[in-house]
């Protein structure tokens, strides 16, 4: 049993003082007001829930700074991320993203849900290991203290009827039969790691592989993909099967309410309809929306239909969850003109337990959940004044001082708990990765 003493706490909204936390087996057992620290408890001062990171590509951090020189739009971006996925080994993709977790980690993300396409060698042959860069993946995440929902990606096409270019065949596993049989190796294996499962896009399977793979996963098995992010998918998929990709994914059997639908930028307002419908959720990543010129995604419609909404940092060309809270209302303000699109529970909730939810974990500030907790500083340059209810819409990664996993403190004041710095492992890493 672990207990921890927050001074301020915020608990399913509600704003509590000298708060005792209890926590055995990494989950919250117990939150008591009111109560006095003891000298073996782990001290904290203004507390809040952990934050869910719902999607996540790592290896596309070492393209931050990198791309902003020519132009173009995302198509053109998606080479320059081509050119890296290439340069990737197990090994230095394990240095990578063990950077890019630890960045994560002191910026506030405590789980990460990794949308994972990188499967094999560049010629497409499998390594001795087939999954070596998912268990790559799993020892960085352990490395560094970060929860890790491994969404292993199906991707067999590059559009609708077309083989994989040349530079997509590391992503490959020839059929979805073969896809699933790599997985279910996968998922057999030790380790605290969530495995949870992806399809890339109605881009990258047909209905027939989307439907196989959503009728063969285990119920309780997380099932993402990248939906209508650019106007071109939804192009691709009338012209190839007559509907739009949210129509593809419910006909297949794919949208449940175990799936989570990343991005939904360019949705009509029946693919709203059947998304709520069906008890799916989105996961919004507006740092990079912004960054590749996506465009700006109907999240108050969706909300207002009911469905779940749920933060990523997506290409990590910013790692911030307070600045993901901000990017969703303020997009939202900038397409309405008007002010608080979202309640700060809203965002909030987007922040911690939905993310987790997407994670398949328990998440917030409650009994059961993951015992999750970031620490932020009141009263900095920046968040002095602000309301603790308010805090996420006016802290930034600055402002982290502690985290907490499973009721372990793993970073402090930007720092691993053990002093490893993640500037100086992405130094190294970009280093590696040449």
Known sequence: MTR?????????????????????????????????????????????????????????????????DQGGDFWRWREQMYAVADRLTPDSYERLAEAVFAEMLVTGWTTVAEFHYVHHRPDGTPYEDPNAFGTALARAAASVGIRLTLLDTLYLTSAPGRPLLPEQRRFGDGSAAGWLGRWRDLRAGDGPVTIGAAIHSVRAASPDDIAQVAADLPPDVPLHAHLSEQPAENEQSLAAYGRTPTQVLADAGALTPRTWLVHATHLTDADIALIADSGAGVVMCPTTEADLGDGIGPARELADAGVRIALGSDQNAVIDPWLEVRGLEAGERLRSRQRGRFSPADLETARASAGYAACGLPGGLRIGACADLVEIDPESVRTAGAALGQLALAATSTDVRRVVVGGRMVAEDGRLADGRDPATLFTHALKELG
């Open 4 to 68: 921890i003493h927050a001074e301020r706490a915020l608990v399913e909204g509600r704003e509590l003082t000298d708060v005792v936390i209890d926590v055995a087996e990494g989950r919250i057992t117990a939150i008591t007001p009111g109560g006095s620290a003891e000298p073996a408890d782990l001290r904290l001062g203004t507390v809040l829930a952990g934050s869910g990171n719902a999607h996540s590509h790592a290896f596309h951090r070492a393209l931050r700074g990198r791309t902003h």
